[in-house]
């Protein structure tokens, strides 16, 4: 008798600590889901508020006459749209082809820094120039009105349209009707039909988008063949078949690299969100995967993150690379890798790869910087030496690193220049003198925070 009110003791206490764990464990799922939550509603009012804060800008930047007060106006549109970009970009919502609102924020972050530079080294804008400012604030108006209505529709939290998602006429996701990804995939639409293309000399002018990737290569590859790559990627380097992704539905994409847009489903395992990524019809290459699975607390630090990167990275088949930088969300790290011809980094040739903090495992990579613009370079021998360019700097900055390296300019060209690593007023900074004039092509601050390294 005694022998079995001890067991009833004991089942008792099992289920006691089984309903403690279960408890413990329900809280802290929760309390993840509640911080993503948080943070992509962050991401989604902070997009709106660059936004209208963008609009105010480029109303101002049409009808500006002073040179000092139109440097400062457009320089700042440039940080609001790229702002605006940024936070676009930590959205829940990479299965929905929004490229033209991303397009478009970079297109008016960067028309109004390449007037506000022009401004700067004391010319006037053509009347052509003030009237493309006058378009892009008439479509950014409208941006920022078609935002603000779908914010004024939100009641309580958003509805970020990644449950209830069909497929449409032409093999594309169609989100809920008054979803978040809803009302961006119609401002989405109108960008790409109705507003005029945009030329310059900028990274994003329409000239340059359309400039012929290098690095594509190769024979043309079958829908079917994409769809293997795929697999094998996901299931080889994303998942290391701890889930097995196969190939759900495959559309072919149009853009500066033509390619297969690929979505895979986990076997057996409905909860697991989708994973999307495009493949080149040209030669088969991986252009870009994205992961939108839940993210829980971050667990890894930074060092551990980077090194988590630079090894996918290499698994992809990427060699000779160097890490240039890395940045910090709440929840992920971007680790960005440049490739090295010799001693020189190639800064145009970059990856990039995005890091989950509670587990190590990559949900994005990106290689579009590297298929366009790798190749190798022949490099003029420079007239302008090392020690020309350390002399040089010495005056400013106390030096901590020279290397060679190639850096794109804003009109798609390149520059083979010194970059000079060194610091001033506690205080880090890179400088880079052409290799055959001894010009200053750039001055950059280096950012060193929690968050990461990046530069300014």
């Not at 508020?49 to 139109?70: C, F, P, R, S, Y």
């Not at 080294?121 to 078609?146: H, V």
């Amino acid at each position: 008798m005694r022998n079995r009110r001890w067991v009833s003791i004991g089942v008792l206490i099992f289920f006691l600590a089984a309903g403690v764990l279960l408890w413990n464990y329900s809280q802290e799922t929760a309390r993840a889901k509640n911080s993503l939550e948080s943070g992509y509603q962050r991401a989604l009012f902070s997009m709106v508020e660059h936004v209208q804060n963008l609009n105010t800008l480029m109303a101002k930047g049409q009808v500006i006459q002073d040179t000092g007060q139109g440097v400062l106006t457009l320089t700042s549109a440039w940080h609001e749209a790229e702002s605006a970009r940024s936070s676009l970009g930590q959205l829940p919502l990479g299965q929905f082809n929004l490229t033209a609102v991303q397009k478009y924020l970079a297109q008016v972050g960067d028309y109004s820094y390449s007037c506000a530079k022009k401004l700067a080294q004391g010319q006037i804008l053509t009347d052509k120039e003030r009237e493309t400012l006058a378009t892009l604030s008439k479509e950014t108006d409208k941006l920022n009105r078609d935002l603000q209505s779908m914010i004024g529709g939100i009641k309580s939290r958003p509805t970020w349209g990644t449950q209830g998602v069909t497929v449409g006429v032409k093999g594309q996701p169609v989100p809920p009707s008054g979803s978040v990804a809803d009302g961006l995939a119609k401002m989405d639409s109108h960008l790409k039909d109705e507003v005029p293309a945009i030329t310059y000399d900028g990274p994003f002018s329409e000239h340059i988008q359309n400039i012929k990737p290098r690095a594509i290569s190769g024979e043309n590859v079958t829908i079917e063949q994409a769809g293997r790559i795929a697999e094998d990627f996901v299931n080889k380097l994303v998942t290391k078949e701890r889930t097995t992704y196969r190939v759900a539905t495959a559309r072919r994409v149009s853009g500066n690299i033509p390619a297969y847009s690929l979505t895979l489903k986990a076997e057996g395992q409905a909860k697991l969100p989708d994973i999307v990524v495009d493949i080149s019809q040209t030669g088969g290459h991986v252009i870009h995967l994205f992961n939108p699975r839940p993210l829980g607390q971050a667990a890894l630090d930074i060092g551990a993150a980077v090194q988590k990167g630079e090894e996918f990275i290499r698994a992809a088949g990427y060699s000779n690379m160097i890490t240039t930088g890395s940045l910090r969300h709440p929840q992920t790290l971007m680790v960005t890798q440049a490739w090295q011809q010799g001693d020189a980094v190639a800064y145009p040739d970059f990856v990039k790869v995005t890091v989950a903090l509670d587990t190590g495992e990559v949900v994005a990579f990106d290689a579009r910087g590297y298929l366009t613009a790798h190749r190798r370079r022949d490099l003029p021998t420079a007239k302008f030496t090392g020690e020309d360019a350390r002399d040089k700097a010495s005056a400013r900055l106390t030096i901590d690193r020279i290397r060679p390296a190639v850096i794109p300019m804003s009109d798609a060209s390149e520059r083979y220049v010194w970059e000079i690593k060194g610091r001033a007023n506690d205080q880090t900074f890179l400088i880079y003198y052409n290799a055959e004039t001894g010009e200053e092509e750039k001055v950059l601050q280096v950012i060193e925070s929690p968050d990461g390294t990046y530069t300014m």
